[in-house]
């Protein structure tokens, strides 16, 4: 089945360390978006690409960065983890041009523990 | 500021029940809701949607209620059973330049007992 593929499932890194996590795709979406989900809330969007113009949201940190080398891939770089970067770390997919009816489709997240 | 009010926060039914879950908004530029249904561990998955212009949608055992004067959406699980169990997110989308714009509710955990 087409998927969105997050990898890894669990991360730890030290306080300050930077971490990198990965998210691909096989759906051929042009749209890719990363979403933090703090336990027990809803996802919140950090930012999100289409096709390789970045589209960051007014209240997400300097510290989060992103990447898209290619339409199958984008990445989520934490440049200095702070303990309440600990969270789980969504990536979705979208095929932009139908209003209305473009679902976004989720990985099973990154779940990333900061010690 | 744009926001989807969601209720029930955590919601228990036995099993056969109907849970219901309502939801609500104020920007009347959202154009499509869907719900999308979560199980720990792993990420949101798109369970039923509807558009504004359509008041009721049924996918199975899930139904969704739409009320476009009122700006309230609701999701209706018609004999639930067990495996339901899971936090349910309501959402509202809109265009964003060329990409969707989805804002979550804050979610109703939904136990099923057996």
């Known amino acids: 089945d087409a998927m969105v593929i997050q990898n890894p499932r669990y991360q730890v890194t030290q306080f300050g360390k930077p971490v990198t996590l990965s998210c691909s795709q096989t759906l051929n979406h042009n749209v890719m978006y990363w979403y933090q989900q703090k336990s027990s809330q809803a996802p919140k969007l950090l930012f999100h690409?289409?096709?390789?113009?970045?589209?960051n949201e007014a209240d997400t940190p300097d510290n989060f960065q992103s990447r898209r080398p290619n339409t199958s891939f984008c990445f989520l770089d934490i440049r200095s983890p702070g303990l309440g970067d600990a969270a789980m770390y969504l990536c979705a997919t979208s095929r932009a041009g139908e209003v209305g009816n473009q679902p976004q489709h989720f990985g099973d997240g990154t779940r990333l523990s900061i010690l | 500021q744009q926001q989807v009010k969601q209720s029930p926060q955590s919601l228990i039914v036995q099993k056969g029940g109907i849970p219901i879950i309502n939801c609500a908004y104020e920007?009347?530029?959202?154009?499509?809701f869907p719900w999308y249904q979560q199980f720990p561990g792993k990420g949101p998955a798109l369970l039923i949607a509807i558009r504004p212009d359509v008041s009721e949608k049924k996918e199975g055992r899930f139904t969704i209620s739409f009320n476009k004067s009122a700006k309230q959406f609701s999701l209706h699980i018609m004999d639930s059973q067990p495996g339901d169990s899971a936090t349910y997110f309501c959402a509202a989308s809109q265009s964003s330049g060329s990409a969707r714009q989805l804002t979550f509710g804050s979610g109703t955990q939904l136990t099923v007992l057996p």
């Open positions: 920007n009347t530029a959202f154009d499509y």
């Open positions: 690409y289409y096709d390789k113009d970045f589209n």
